[in-house]
DNA sequence: TCTAAATTTAGAATAGTTCTAAATCTGGAA
DNA sequence: TTCCAGATTTAGAACTATTCTAAATTTAGA
């Protein structure tokens, strides 16, 4: 069951992006809208340069700071997620926002989302240990 | 300066780091063997700058690049194990070379060893998924 | 229309790491 | 021992992803 967040893939229209900034107390610029076009909708993982890259074939001009504002702005809003992981340095971003986990195809390079349903973990640590967050990294190769 | 007076868990001498170092076909050379008694022994995941801090206690000269040099040699050498994770940019080694996971300490920054008896993961993915390997990073505090 | 504040931008700065190429060591051969 | 080819070490340059700086521009709204 999902779609109680929204669900990424289906994209918004620019005045449905335009209303989900306001409301997040984003000032919606045209290149903030420009942006959230690919990363709030089809874009599945991307870098800062993978959106800079799509935002050069699709803005007029837009400069690689305001990708990096906008995401930064982005995530703090709350309207997307940051994730470092461990084979690259590019930050990736994420517009899943549930808790969820993650698959690295080694083959391709490919991310998939692990939903928290395709897992469960088990912990028995000393009751000293709070837990707060959990993020799994499951790495290997899809047939 | 030597500090002789620490005795953690498993110090190696430097005899018994030299035959290790020659067994895995690595030239026991004075910087290696220095920097193998701190990273194979008391450090507990310490970033490239902290053995750059140790050594520049425990060893006349020692240049930043041969610590790199060093501890990208002993992870080849399957002496040391490298990690990155999210919360840093600097990579971090450990001489836990068993498969375990880790707890960051969100209140210290400290990393602590998570063995794998200490938490249990059942996977409930499609068969396509050919799982390799399981990074886990939990986050929190501990009182 | 006007203006203060917000945003965008190019380029400089930064951090962690790797590379380069010259100096210095080292294990054997002679 | 002496010698030397190859390995290692080193200082500093280069590199990459990201952040910062400060000037130009856009924007909201009085
Ligand atoms: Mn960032
Ligand atoms: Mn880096
Ligand atoms: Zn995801
Ligand atoms: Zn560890």
Redesign the pocket.
Known sequence: MKAKNQTPNHCLSPNEIESRLKSAG???????IA?CRFVLCEAKHP???QVKAWADLN???????????????LVQAGLLK?Y?FPH?????YDNNLTSHHHFLDEATGELIDIEPDQLSVNLKLKPSFKIKEMEILLKGTRS
Chains 1, 2 share one sequence.
Do not use: C, D, H, M
């Open positions: 984003v000032q919606p610029t045209a290149q903030r942006i870098t800062a340069e803005f007029p001009k837009i400069s690689l700071a305001t990708v990096y504002n906008t995401l930064g702005i940051e470092r690259t340095e590019s930050s990736v």
